[in-house]
């Protein structure tokens, strides 16, 4: 843990020094810590532009590590993530009726996003309870991201061209956005929400143990599952609706730390929290390095990671 955090803050360090404006990272430092100077401009763009963009990508890391190690456990698969049961799909939905029937804005859109990431969680969990096992969920999760992206496709076909490039740039994903009001929302809300899940960690380690050992041990899994997939749409909800879909951290970052730490998820939690705030800090610094001083999309740099990872794993799964 110690030397993710100290990772974490060597990223974010360079991550606030580095892009279309170049702060000398030797400088910020120093006078991060009062024995060198800044001119006004580098102050400026460090406080007002770069700093809430870094907190947002930490607290938006935390938050997919956090919830995709939930997911992964509770369906017993190192491949789930928080879009399997339509969350990512359902926020999608949301800001593109936001953007193309509305008159859009970032409040506008983040608020349709969150509300139909709820709404698709909430709907596949209600269909998953026609079965008793997690296959039922998974199913339900299926069946709702092919409508909603169909329903998706019928509202971007009367999509103007101002709205088509939104709604191009919100699916790959974004911390461009970033400003103080935000993350005075978010950083509390996402902290709590952390702290709980984390604090679920006996129910997690029971959950590996099978569906049918947790019952003995006097968990209830209806009650269980509906708490946890609430929990996690809560947390990666708002983190959606205003970053946009930024895939694969949540199904990269917690496995890395199950082969790393194993599978006691009294550590695996935490390590995933920090390790999901370290990663998407890295991906937001590439994004703004690699073409600089144009941008990259950050979830174009996440799925060009994510992508041959997973491809990793299913041949490591073969093998």
């Given at each position: 843990m110690i030397l993710l955090i100290v990772l974490l803050l060597a990223a974010a360090l360079l991550a606030s020094a580095n892009g279309a404006y170049q702060i000398a990272p030797k400088q910020l430092f120093g006078w991060l810590i009062g024995v060198d100077s800044l001119d006004d401009v580098s102050r400026n763009v460090w406080i007002n532009i770069r700093l809430p963009r870094i907190v947002l990508g930490?607290?938006?890391?935390?938050?997919?590590?956090?919830?995709?190690c939930v997911m992964q456990a509770l369906f017993r698969n190192p491949l789930a993530e928080p879009g399997l049961v339509g969350l990512s799909a359902g926020a999608s939905f949301g800001a593109v009726m936001a953007i193309v029937l509305t008159a859009g804005g970032l409040l506008l859109t983040a608020s349709f996003a969150f509300v139909?990431?709820?709404?698709?969680?909430?709907?596949?969990?209600f269909l998953g309870r026609l079965s008793r096992s997690n296959a039922g969920l998974l199913l339900a999760g299926i069946a709702i991201n092919t409508i909603v992206f169909s329903l998706m496709g019928l509202l971007i076909i009367n999509a103007n061209d101002a709205q088509l490039r939104d709604l191009t740039f919100w699916n790959m994903g974004s911390l461009a956005n970033a400003d103080w009001r935000m993350i005075v929302v978010l950083l509390p809300w996402t902290v709590l929400m952390s702290v709980i899940l984390m604090t679920r960690w006996k129910v997690l380690n029971a959950l590996l143990l099978g569906e049918r050992e947790a019952f003995h041990l006097g968990y209830s899994l209806n009650?269980?599952?509906?708490?946890?997939?609430?929990?996690?749409?809560?947390?990666?909800?708002?983190?959606?609706?205003?970053?946009?879909?930024?895939?694969?951290?949540?199904?990269?970052?917690?496995?890395?730390?199950?082969?790393w730490k194993g599978s006691d998820h009294r550590w695996v939690l935490p390590a995933s929290v920090v390790a999901g705030a370290l990663a998407l800090t890295l991906g937001d610094w590439l994004s703004r390095v690699l073409m600089a001083p144009s941008e990259l999309p950050i979830g174009l740099v996440t799925s060009l990671v994510g992508g041959p990872f997973f491809i990793w794993l299913l041949v490591r799964g073969k093998r």
């Open positions: 930490i607290v938006a890391g935390a938050a997919l590590g956090v919830a995709g139909g990431s709820l709404l698709a969680t909430f709907l596949a969990y009650k269980l599952r509906w708490q946890l997939i609430t929990l996690v749409a809560l947390t990666v909800g708002p983190i959606v609706a205003v970053t946009g879909g930024i895939g694969f951290v949540g199904l990269v970052v917690p496995h890395l730390m199950r082969l």
